[in-house]
Nanobody
């Protein structure tokens, strides 16, 4: 069965960096688009970054230039490098297959001084 497992969240000060990783299994990873979403308290889940199976990337405007999504098809992983973090980036971050037909369990990212 499809399984997505996120790791790498935590507490970081404003301006700091974190790298999230998602390990995928149960499907042919290289054939699928992958994504990172986030859900902040009281807000709906929003797409943060998306990477096509051919490596094309896109980002939501609020993270453009600060976040980078990447994938390693040999390892079946998709990462999210987050730099220059802001308090408004605080959320639970979810790895998704495509536009979210499968989700991981989420990892908490808290940006606070």
């Amino acid at each position: 069965q499809v399984r997505l497992v996120e790791s790498g969240g935590g507490l970081v000060q404003p301006g700091g960096s974190l790298r999230l990783s998602c390990a995928a299994s149960g499907f042919t990873f290289s054939a699928y688009d992958m994504s990172w979403y986030r859900e902040a308290p009281g807000k709906s889940r929003e797409m943060v970054a998306y990477i096509n199976s051919d490596g094309r990337r896109r980002y939501t405007d609020s993270v453009e230039g600060r976040f980078t999504i990447s994938r390693d098809n040999a390892k079946s992983t998709v990462d999210l490098q987050m730099n220059a973090l802001k308090p408004e980036d605080t959320a639970v971050y979810y790895c998704g297959r495509g536009y979210g037909n499968y989700w991981g369990q989420g990892t908490q990212v808290t940006v606070s001084s």
